[in-house]
């Protein structure tokens, strides 16, 4: 079991969540590091409408980041017995409008041969207000 930010990032989830918050200060980082870590032909569901395809997830993401002005995850993440991997979040933001909140989740990953994401599934455990 590894721990998110006091330990160095060991799967490809670890990856992807660490990233959510470093996309936030360097938005050049969707088109790289985070584009990197899927399949071109990945799935992504946060909110129950899912985004298919490499370019389809970078696209979201870049709208869906410009949301925020910062942001803090901590997480864990475990790789479940049929090699999917799992990692129970939570996280605080600021919006650029001012807002201040927090959410928190569960994201179940399945990973193919070549480590990369080729489904990622978002379940709230507390959503946004």
Known sequence: MR???STP???VLDR???LADRVILDPSILETELANIFAPNASV???GAP???RAAIVD???RFVGAFSEVKHV????VNPDGTLRAAWAASFHTIDGRVSAVAGVETAEVNADGLITSLVNEFTIPPA
């Open 75 to 78: 997480w864990r993440t475990t």
């Open 16 to 18: 992807y969540v660490g």
């Open 51 to 53: 985004v298919v395809g």
């Open 9 to 11: 990032p060991t799967t």
């Open 3 to 5: 721990i998110g930010m």
């Open 45 to 47: 569901d946060l909110h």
């Open 60 to 62: 979201f993401y870049r």
